[in-house]
């Protein structure tokens, strides 16, 4: 496996354990929250998780998605 898909993999948990919790949110607490925060919250994820990364390239890959679904979290 690539560094490149180990990062894709990351990305892909990231939205979905936050989508995940956005549902459950939603089904068991009756909060309602937008689109926008699943991708900051992800973002936030990626960002910290990139900082345990040992490996230069995958935090380096991290890092740049994290800020892309910051920039795509702020124009939803």
Same mark, same amino acid.
């Given at each position: 496996?690539?560094?490149?898909?180990?990062?894709? #993999?990351?990305?892909?948990?990231? &939205?979905?354990?936050?989508?995940?919790?956005?549902?459950?949110?939603?089904?068991?607490?009756?909060?309602?929250?937008? &689109?926008?925060?699943?991708?900051?919250?992800?973002?936030?994820?990626l960002? %910290?998780? #990139?900082?345990?990364?040992?490996n230069? *390239? *995958?935090?380096?890959?991290?890092?740049?998605?994290? #800020?892309? %679904?910051?920039? %795509?979290?702020?124009?939803?």
């Amino acid at each position: 496996m690539t560094p490149r898909d180990k990062v894709r #993999s990351t990305v892909l948990i990231a &939205i979905f354990w936050n989508t995940w919790k956005r549902r459950n949110a939603k089904v068991f607490r009756h909060e309602t929250m937008h &689109i926008h925060h699943i991708a900051r919250v992800a973002a936030d994820d990626l960002k %910290l998780w #990139s900082q345990r990364c040992k490996n230069a *390239r *995958r935090k380096s890959l991290l890092q740049e998605w994290g #800020s892309m %679904l910051s920039n %795509l979290a702020a124009r939803l």
